[in-house]
Nanobody
Framework: QVQLVESGGGLVQAGGSLRLSCATSRRTLSSYAMGWFRQAPGKEREFVAGISWSGTNTQTAESVKGRFAIFRENAKNTVYLQMSSLIPEDTAVYYC?????????????????WGQGTQVTVSS
């Protein structure tokens, strides 16, 4: 079992930045591909960014490309989502997810473990 804990969410003005973190203290994440998803009220959970276990391969949704970046520090068992130039449409609960695979999954059902989520609210 992999327990994931997100942190770093909050309220920010449009144009601002936030860094989300996803950590586990129970098991190393170095063998797991990691993903960030988000879900706004009334909408389906959508892929934001993903990173391979080694950190060499990443995937980023078109809606956030150039503004968000995913990276990881396996020595700290932590994955990050750096968010810049935030817009109100980025408002959502952000979740991190993990799966032991060599790929970078982009579909929620392809992930086995999920965190509880952290709220990000961008004001206009």
């Amino acid at each position: 079992q992999v327990q994931l804990v997100e942190s770093g969410g909050g309220l920010v003005q449009a144009g601002g930045s936030l860094r989300l973190s996803c950590a586990t203290s129970r098991r190393t994440l170095s063998s797991y591909a990691m993903g960030w998803f988000r879900q706004a009220p009334g909408k389906e959970r959508e892929f934001v960014a993903g990173i391979s276990w080694s950190g060499t391969n990443t995937q980023t949704a078109e809606s956030v490309k150039g503004r968000f970046a995913i990276f990881r520090e396996n020595a700290k068992n932590t994955v990050y989502l750096q968010m810049s130039s935030l817009i109100p449409e980025d408002t959502a609960v952000y979740y991190c997810a993990a799966r032991m695979t060599s790929r970078v999954p982009v579909i929620p059902n392809d992930y086995d473990y999920w965190g509880q989520g952290t709220q990000v609210t961008v004001s206009s």
